[in-house]
């Protein structure tokens, strides 16, 4: 079992910066993949992008391709997700989770509100 606790959410304005974070419970974080996705009011969730489990390969969407950095520090069981340029589209409940390559993303966080003000 692997609880996740994403924090850094809150009231952004456009074009400004943004760090997540996601803190993993448990000693075996660098096993999984990590996964970022949001979901706006109204819509369905939507892949931000994920690393792999010792941080050597990422993937993006490419509605946030060239803004959005995911990194990781398995030492300290935590993930993140850097966004620059923020847009008001941006504004959605983000999200990370976690799962063993192959298996898809087994557990996730409760998410973090992100609004983005033009």
């Known amino acids: 079992q692997v609880q996740l606790v994403e924090s850094g959410g809150g009231l952004m304005q456009a074009g400004g910066s943004l760090r997540l974070s996601c803190v993993a419970s448990g000693r075996t974080f660098s096993r999984y993949a990590l996964g970022w996705f949001r979901q706006a009011p109204g819509k369905e969730r939507e892949f931000v992008g994920s690393i792999d489990g010792i941080g050597g390969r990422t993937n993006y969407a490419d509605s946030v391709q060239g803004r959005v950095t995911i990194s990781r520090d398995n030492a300290k069981n935590t993930g993140y997700l850097q966004m620059n340029n923020l847009k008001p589209e941006d504004t959605a409940v983000y999200f990370c989770?976690?799962?063993?390559?192959?298996?898809?993303?087994?557990?996730w966080g409760q998410g973090t509100q992100i609004t983005v003000s033009s």
């Open positions: 989770a976690v799962g063993l390559p192959g298996n898809g993303y087994t557990y």
